[in-house]
């Protein structure tokens, strides 16, 4: 089938294969709906994703049948141009450009000027009449391809240029005439030759399919597939090739090259937001090199900006670029990210994608566009990634605190962060898995230092502008950045750097301001997030459209307090082991495991019920009228036992007991296998007074909180590891007996369930025979997952980003529920349990309760609810309003 598809000129563009994503790109399928639309793109060709995978797995050389599309596919551009490719008297050249299905932001390179060489490089000069216009552009066509094609180091051109610019005493490119452009393209190919034994290759139909083939090869290099992790794209997809005729942002100062946002993509105001440059070609913009000029002239002015803005410098092609940022918007019902060039006054659209956006900015965008009526209320709630919530939900900096300002940069991406100074991604990745929070100081950063990127709780630049890869990557992973800010001077030998006048070293702790760009000495104390605005309405609107509930993991009266003010509607998981570590606590705990009968256990819980009565009675205050599922005791006694002598020691003084009789005791109770071993409801059969303890606490509690309040909580006794229905059985009864006990000794009842976790297969197999007894089930999917699999999640870190990586899992299954496999097991328990007890109420309590993507399963699958940590209880509240439209 048809695998490379023309737009522009007269090019057909009903192809539904050709609007597909998944075929040509982002890139690609965009640049053809703009061509069909009538809007100044120039002419080119996209070829299909599926070539690159054939690439890649066949390694087979290109087909026949697509070299013959190829050439076809070419002429078209030949044609529409009205040059040809590789004519020496007036040469086309093309950009050969990367594209995939999910935008992937300078994760792969592209190549511009192909199908220069000594011939067609004279015959572009007197086309063109601009003779250094067309060396610079052979310059920078050798630099390119020999860095992305040919794998040479790209620092050896810059340092030839830099040479070149010192042995002249320039300071600008810009002042290199046409003869110094020339001798630098003999250096550059000098080099070439040095390096790779052969010369600069000359054939433009060589240039063209090398290039193609690198762009091909750059979907499986490792900052594509390290960037890929980090954004949980596939890893089968490839990606397309477009191949374009080039239109020249560097011929002079009617010309430009710039990158723009139909709105301001950090907080989502209603303003065009770019940045430009005269007499410049592509990456110009972003690579860094000349400090880019404003687009607007309002944002010049707010900047005290001298060079004049686009508005300013180029009314009429700004005026069309703006009349076309409007259409876009319009078009794509969203804020579009377009990357343009003007070749001697005329505007030329090379690329428009959905901008990428900071959380702030998605939540206004979502807000003001269901107010303009360019989207409806469900397109908003679908708009939002529910995970970038997570940027709205922490602490900004405190107004009123005090700040030591060491410089300004620009405010490249939203939020404040501390941290110690490292000077590269490497270290900024180890010391932040030794547990340190890290600021990364770089000059500019390229793609490279990604992984340090997403380590580091902050980025800082020396260089580079709004649309910098800093600023962008930055935004996308939702790390405050400050990008630009000039007087940050570092040396990298001493790990030392200067701002400003100020002297520091890595391992400072500065404190970056992502939302106006300040940098300051030392931490900055911060305050509490908004909850209201945008980011309520939103919320408002996923409220009226989810089925699911959500509820809250929590265990402390802090957590409830947060999780509620999130918007939780009860307690999904209270892990009552929590309260048992605290200081003084630990030692009765101790005292009841290590005692040698029941009576001995009982004198320690009988100390230990108040304890615990106080705890619930604060969750059940905070919860009052909601549901409250609290899981009795589940943890191998085992994680309880005294390690240190003193331990012992004290333990002794507290009992009366020889310190020997208690080591033998803890030695008896060590386990080769706890995960497996005596936990769960096995500790509740062998000490049924463990849980009568619990379950004595939870209803006094409850009835302490409703007579005091007047409203009463609804407990939720979960039993945990619940493998067979006598299990279940045997603890509901004593459950249900010191219920009778409480209700009677309080003159009251309150309404109660007795339920389950699933974790088990075999409990899930069995779920319909345990609805018997079950009043509800809580699948706890990490143990669920860990048995299902047979991996333990705290030894999985050693084998599973292998894993991920051959593709075995789509995804961490600890993260992200394995719908396929542990999933099946949840439907059957759903079904089964239903099957015996239509009413059974369903939910789940594992981490991924609060993963979007396991979120829309449980949602497809029918539970009542989910429950996730309290700062994902909005995340679980918007994708749950996802998954049910
Ligand atoms: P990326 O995906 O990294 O943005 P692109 O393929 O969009 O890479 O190319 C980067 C830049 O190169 C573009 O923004 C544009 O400025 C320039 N460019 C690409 N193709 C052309 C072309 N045909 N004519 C002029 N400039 C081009
Ligand atoms: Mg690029
Ligand atoms: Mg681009």
Redesign the pocket.
Known sequence: SETVFTFGGNAPHSNARQKDKTVTGG?GANLAEMASIGLPV?P?FTIATEECLKYLNEGADFSDDLRRQVAEALAHVERTVGKGFGDKADPLL??V???AAVSM??M?D?V?NLGLNDETVEGLASASGDERFAWDSYRRFIQMYSDVVLGLDHGLFEEALEIAKEDNDYYADTEMSADDWKALVAEYKRIVVEELDAPFPQDPQEQLWGAIRAVFDSWDSDRAKVYRRLNDIPHHMGTAV?V??????NMGDTSA?G?AFTRDPSTGEKAYYGEWLVNA???DVVAGIRTPQYLTKAAREAAGAKPLSMEEAMPEAYAELAHLFDLLERHYRDMQDI?F?VQQGKLWL??TRSGKRTAKAALKLAVDMVGEGLIDEKTAILRVDPMALDQLLHPTLDPDAPRDVLTSGLPASPGAASGKIVLDADTAEIWVNRGEKVILVRVETSPEDIHGMHAAAGILTARGGMTSHAAVVARGMGRPCVSGASQVSIAREGRTLTIGNRELKEGDTITIDGSNGQVMAGEVATIEPELAGDFGTLMEWADKHRRMKVRTNAETEADCRMARQFGAEGIGLCRTEHMFFDADRISLVRQMILAENEAGRRAALDKLLPEQRGDFVKIFEVMTGLPCTIRLLDPPLHEFLPHEDGDFVELAEATGRPVEQLRRRAGELHEFNPMLGHRGCRLGITYPEIYEMQARAIFEAACEVAKASGEAPIPEVMIPLVATKRELELLKAVVDRVAQEVFAANGTTIDYLVGTMIELPRAALMAGEIAEVGEFFSFGTNDLTQTTLGVSRDDAGRFLTTYVEKGIFARDPFVSLDVEGVGQLVEIATERGRATRPAIKLGICGEHGGDPASIAFCDKTGLDYVSASPYRVPIARLAAAQASL
Do not use: I, Y
Not at 244 to 249: H, K, L, N, P, Y
């Open positions: 890139k120039p080119g093309v950009s450009r990367s594209g932001p300078g792969m592209t511009l477009n374009q005729a080039m239109v020249f942002g090259t990158v070609q592509g990456e990357e060039t090379l690329q």
